[in-house]
């Protein structure tokens, strides 16, 4: 198993905010990239409601987080940002939002891919989740399996040409019992200033002591310095 992640080069990262993949996952991101992999965010929302300033219009908000994000790309070195342009906070996992993200995935055939969680955690008692979340984490999933695989799901996507894809592994962020664990200690700063890119959520705060506190808890219990954990799901 490990000589077949070895040979791993293609990753895709799918969920719902412009900023999610940096606070989930950005010292992997930065880690695949270093080591030669070709990195394809894909961004559901249009991240038009996260701001609080009376003077922020939603249109404007997003053509900001659109050029954040991408901004943190190029500090990681991404192949390509995909955004898919729902709206934010009224994510569902419908079959549309579904078929877009297999899209993406027989596009560019990603071996891993990296999403969110489907589930509602309710064992942290500061936070509820976002229902954005849920729905990309579970749209993300289902086109994984079995939509991107299956020539007879979706059969339009065979008609735009794209072939149907395996993806071999899907990591979960987040995840209560996480079972996969990434050494990024050469991967921090680097990590922390794509996170950074999003000046209009970052707001001033120190969020790299954040972003540090909760990969120097998971490196603790593994021996690395730094560490990000996944729920690992190998697909055969
Ligand atoms: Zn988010």
Not at 156 to 166: A, C, F, K, N, P
Not at 208 to 228: D, N
Request: aromatic share 10%.
């Amino acid at each position: 198993m490990v000589q077949e992640q070895e040979s791993y080069r293609r990753g895709m990262v799918v969920f719902a905010h412009a900023d999610d993949a940096e606070w989930g996952c950005s010292g992997t991101v930065a880690k695949w990239c270093a080591e030669g992999w070709e990195v394809v965010y894909v961004v559901c929302t249009d991240g038009s409601k996260g701001s609080s300033d009376p003077e922020m219009s939603g249109d404007k908000l997003a053509r900001i987080r659109e050029l954040e994000q991408r901004n943190a790309g190029s500090v990681l070195g991404l192949r390509d940002v995909v955004f898919l342009g729902y709206e934010d906070s009224m994510l569902e996992p419908t079959l549309a939002l579904r078929r877009d993200v297999a899209r993406e995935i027989r596009r560019y055939a990603p071996d891993v891919v990296i999403c969110g969680s489907p589930f509602r955690r309710l064992s942290h008692s500061g936070y509820l989740g976002h229902p954005d979340h849920m729905a990309a984490g579970e749209a993300a999933m289902s086109a994984v399996f079995p939509s991107a695989r299956d020539r007879l799901t979706f059969p339009e996507l065979l008609e735009e040409g794209l072939e149907t894809h395996h993806v071999r592994e899907v990591w979960v962020t987040d995840h209560e019992t996480p079972d996969k664990f990434v050494d990024v200690s050469g991967y921090v700063d680097v990590a922390i200033k794509a996170l950074e890119q999003h000046v209009t959520q970052v707001n001033g705060k120190d969020v790299g002591t954040h972003w540090r506190q909760s990969r120097l808890q998971y490196g603790e219990k593994v021996g690395f310095e730094y560490a990000e954990a996944f729920k690992r799901f190998h697909l055969g």
